[in-house]
């Protein structure tokens, strides 16, 4: 080889290295990016708002709902609507918890009449929760009304939970909201509820909320913030123990109710928190906005972010909770609840009428209402690749489901069974190529069909089954 072929084969091979290191650099940056933040929240004071909803974000302050921004968790129970969730996870990270004011106002209760008890939903990976259950915390206060706004932190010096919450209940002959708590291991079992924060006279408070900071960041372990009128911030270095009044956020004109739900939240990347208020705004918009800090623990260092450095997504951020996610976390979360638009399955040979649930019951209806009752997200089939399975908007977790050839809405379980009866194969229309056909995984030969209007699974032999078991997929 020549001096300069050798020397042109040398530039080569040195520009070939570095495209690598840089492509190679590009990828490792990518991977080694810090994973970001999941909120969980409702909405507002409709049925549909007052459930559980999902938001997340790369930075923190920039977010974007999930699930289409559709709810993701629904209380079947109790007053059968959730506001204020609190989410829980456990020390080794093994364990989850949801626990949410169990009230729906404007759909059959008021903040007067609500519920002595809080909804809590259970999972070991954040993503598959167990169905609702109702856990009384109220019921043991004389005279209790209600349970508003959990929260629960793990305490070391107790080495179990501290769950608290407000109640209104009168005590020395003064009707008002105290701040109660018990602990627990496991959200099912609960001590005797004791006051907690009891501000004098009739001053009563609401929505407190706190968290650990890490050592060195200042003179207390803990910070907390509550809706006492003054919206008060203290610190301690027992959760149980004595509490310091820091100041109030008075300094930045909020005052009385205008805050509500306040959550705190560390940024990973720097030393700096964002204390989240569910903010009533000049312009009557209630949902959170975000005030930074670099110190907590110095009231007069909080600022209020100006509109345009933030951005809360498509549906209102109501009082919820913020977790700061592992990488294997949002993984899970992202993939559990893309933004798959919802979609309805419209019948061939009665093109008036879709798919929908009714009591949680599958027929086809022309004029369905609620419109959401003939909404489903089509989800990659939850067994055998190339299938479909179809989930419930307003239902979510729940799916169409056959047993016995005949058809349901039911929750998804996690058993290998109900995966198969849940998957089916789409294909081009029995009737017309154009739609689509569903044949079942694990009954393969039959399709789903409408017969008297009602949805089954059946084989398909005639004309009639061919019309009864093609649908379109339509928005």
């Known amino acids: 080889m020549s001096a300069v072929l050798r020397r042109l084969a040398a530039i080569l091979v040195a520009v070939g290295l570095l495209l690598t290191t840089q492509a190679l650099g590009t990828h490792q940056r990518a991977e080694a990016a810090e994973p ?45 609507g959730v506001r204020d969730p609190a989410l829980v996870r456990s020390p080794d990270g093994s364990r989850y918890w949801i626990i949410a004011t169990d009230l729906c106002v404007r759909c059959g209760s008021t903040y007067e009449n609500g519920s002595p008890s809080f909804v809590v939903w259970e999972s070991t990976d954040l993503v598959n929760w167990s169905a609702p259950r109702l ?44 701040i109660y708590y018990t602990r627990t291991t496991d959200f099912r079992t ?95 918009v209630r949902e959170y906005r975000p005030i930074l800090t670099t110190d907590p623990f110095t009231v007069a260092d909080y600022r209020i972010l100006p509109p345009e450095s933030y951005d809360m997504g498509g549906t209102a951020k109501r009082h919820g909770a913020i977790m700061t996610l592992t990488a294997a976390e949002e993984s899970r979360v992202l993939a559990r609840w893309p933004n798959t638009p919802a979609k309805r399955l419209q019948s061939y040979n009665y093109q008036d009428r879709y798919v929908r649930h009714a009591s949680f019951d599958v027929r086809i209806d022309s004029a369905v209402s609620p419109a959401e009752d003939a909404q489903f997200r089509p989800r990659p089939g939850l067994v055998g690749s190339g299938t479909v399975s179809f989930e419930s908007v307003n239902f979510p977790g729940y799916y169409l489901r056959h047993a016995n050839y005949d ?55 005639t004309a009639t089954g061919r019309s009864d078991a093609t649908f379109r997929v339509s928005n």
């Open 36 to 80: 970001g933040y999941l909120m969980v929240h409702f909405t507002g004071d409709s049925a549909t708002g007052q459930q559980l909803y999902l938001a997340h974000s790369t930075d923190g302050l920039h977010w974007n709902d999930l699930n289409g921004g559709a709810p993701v968790l629904r209380s079947t129970i109790g007053t059968k």
């Open 135 to 178: 856990l009384n915390v109220a019921g043991a206060i004389p005279g209790g009304r209600n349970a508003w706004a959990p929260e629960a932190i793990w305490n070391p010096e107790t080495n179990d939970y501290v769950l608290y919450w407000a109640t209104n209940a009168t005590v020395n002959g003064i009707l008002k909201y105290r």
């Open 190 to 284: 609960i001590t005797t509820p004791q006051i907690w924060i009891d501000p004098p006279g009739t001053t009563p408070v609401v929505d407190t909320q706190m968290t650990e900071v890490p050592a060195g960041a200042g003179n207390y372990r803990y910070i907390r913030i509550s809706g006492d009128g003054r919206n008060s911030v203290e610190g301690s270095n027992s959760i149980l123990g004595t509490w310091t009044d820091l100041g109030t956020l008075s300094s930045l004109g909020l005052t009385g109710n205008v805050v509500e739900g306040p959550v705190w939240m560390k940024f990973r990347d720097r030393d700096e928190w964002a204390l989240y208020i569910d903010h009533n705004s000049p312009q009557g």
């Open 407 to 461: 058809f349901q809405l039911v929750r998804k379980d996690g058993t290998a069974q109900f995966a198969a009866d849940a998957t089916f194969r789409q294909v081009p229309g029995l009737a017309d190529a154009s739609w689509s056909s569903f044949e079942s995984y694990n009954h393969p030969g039959r399709y789903i069909r409408h017969y008297a209007y009602q949805l089954r699974l059946d084989p398909i032999t």
